[in-house]
C-alpha cells in the first residue's frame, strides 16, 4: 500500500503558475505509474497528467499539454504538477494517485479505475 499527500494548492490570478506536490510513502516502484486527475465543481474528475516512477511514459491530456509539466524525484519519492499559464478552466481539485498495476511502459492511461492509491486532493483557485 501506498500513502499520497498532495501539497502546493492555493489561489492565483491567470497567467500564473504553480507546483503542486505529490509525497509518497510506502510501497512504490519504478515501473508504476503515478497520475495527477483534478475535478472541477459539478464535473467529473479528469485526467490530467502522468509519469513513471523510473521518468517514462510521460502523457497529458490535449487540455494541458504544453502548460503542465510532471517533473519527479525518485529520491524524494515526490511526483510534482508544474502549471504554467493557468487559466480560470483549469481550477478545481487536484489529486494524485498511484497505478494498480507495474507497466513496462504505457502511452496513455487516462481512467481512474487503472489506479488504486489517491491523495486526498489539494484546490487550485485560478482567477481571472
Known amino acids: 500500500q501506498v500513502q499520497l499527500v498532495e501539497s502546493g494548492g492555493g489561489l492565483v490570478q491567470a497567467g500564473g503558475s504553480l507546483r503542486l506536490s505529490c509525497a509518497a510513502s510506502g510501497r512504490t516502484f519504478s515501473t508504476y505509474i503515478m497520475g495527477w486527475f483534478r475535478q472541477a465543481p459539478g464535473k467529473e474528475r479528469e485526467f490530467v497528467a502522468h509519469i513513471s516512477w523510473s521518468g517514462g511514459s510521460i502523457h497529458y491530456a490535449d487540455s494541458v499539454k504544453g502548460r503542465f509539466t510532471i517533473p519527479r524525484d525518485g529520491a524524494k519519492n515526490t511526483v510534482y504538477l508544474q502549471m504554467n499559464s493557468l487559466k480560470p478552466e483549469d481550477t478545481a481539485v487536484y489529486y494524485c494517485?498511484?497505478?494498480?498495476?507495474?507497466?513496462?511502459?504505457?502511452?496513455?492511461?487516462?481512467?481512474?479505475?487503472?489506479?488504486?492509491?489517491w491523495g486526498q486532493g489539494t484546490q487550485v483557485t485560478v482567477s481571472s
Open positions: 494517485a498511484q497505478s494498480r498495476w507495474a507497466y513496462t511502459i504505457v502511452d496513455a492511461l487516462t481512467t481512474e479505475d487503472a489506479f488504486g492509491s
